[in-house]
């Protein structure tokens, strides 16, 4: 399974962006999927994230002012995010947690994209 991502780049503070991600490859079902960010020297923090028959979750520093979406049809996550910050500065990384069929038996496991840098700044 791969994961392409598109999006991040220079964004002005106050304004917004738009991440999305594209899994591909076999993939039976996708089980969550979403967006972490990591700050230089630091954890992944959890931006935002869809698992499947539960509750969306978002991280307590962009609540309210972030989107997320999930559409399995196409395999694809996205993230709209505003009123950005220059803390929102890092390096954001698409995970999917995806179910793969290997005979008769399901196979779980977690994917991460490459990452993209988002910077705020004027």
């Known amino acids: 399974v791969q994961l392409q991502a598109s999006g991040g780049g220079l964004v002005q503070p106050g304004g917004s962006l738009r991440l999305s991600c594209t899994a591909s490859?076999?993939?039976?079902?996708?089980?969550?999927a979403g967006w972490y960010r990591q700050f230089p020297g630091k954890q992944q923090e959890l931006v935002a994230e869809?698992?499947?028959?539960?509750?969306?979750l978002y991280g307590d520093s962009v609540k309210g002012r972030c989107t997320i979406s999930r559409d399995d049809s196409k395999n694809t996550v996205s993230l709209e995010m505003d009123t950005l910050k220059p803390e929102d500065t890092a390096v954001y990384y698409c995970?999917?947690?995806?179910?793969?069929?290997?005979?008769?038996?399901?196979?779980?496991?977690?994917?991460w994209g490459q990452g993209t840098l988002v910077t705020v700044s004027s």
């Open positions: 995970h999917f947690l995806i179910q793969t069929l290997q005979g008769d038996f399901v196979h779980e496991f977690d994917t």
């Open positions: 490859g076999n993939i039976f079902k996708i089980s969550a």
């Open positions: 869809i698992p499947s028959g539960s509750k969306t």
